[in-house]
């Protein structure tokens, strides 16, 4: 079992920048794919980032393509998604969660264990 917790959300204004954090206990995640998802009011859950055990592939949605960046620190068993240039249309509950195979790992169904989800709004 992977007990995972969000941190780092809150509100920002348009153009600025967070970085939200996902710490796991209960079990190492060195050897999982990884992925952030967000969630609008009255939208479906949507993926965000993706990124292999290692760090050395990641993924994003086109809406999110470079201005967000996904990284791990192993070592500190934690996952990050620093954002940048954000937008309101970003204003979401942001999650992690452990996915079962990377390959795959772009819609919810593909992922295992989920954090509580961290509030993130953006102001215009």
């Known amino acids: 079992q992977v007990q995972l917790v969000e941190s780092g959300g809150g509100l920002v204004q348009a153009g600025g920048s967070l970085r939200l954090s996902c710490a796991a206990s209960g079990r190492t995640i060195s050897s999982y794919a990884m992925g952030w998802f967000r969630q609008a009011p009255g939208k479906e859950r949507e993926f965000v980032a993706k990124?292999?055990?290692?760090?050395?592939?990641?993924d994003y949605a086109d809406s999110v393509k470079g201005r967000f960046t996904i990284s791990r620190d192993n070592a500190r068993n934690t996952v990050y998604l620093e954002m940048n240039s954000l937008k309101p249309e970003d204003t979401a509950v942001y999650y992690c969660?452990?996915?079962?195979?990377?390959?795959?790992?772009?819609?919810?169904?593909?992922?295992?264990?989920w954090g509580q989800g961290t509030q993130v709004t953006v102001s215009s």
């Open positions: 969660a452990v996915a079962r195979y990377y390959s795959t790992a772009v819609v919810p169904a593909s992922y295992n264990y």
């Open positions: 990124i292999n055990w290692s760090g050395s592939s990641t």
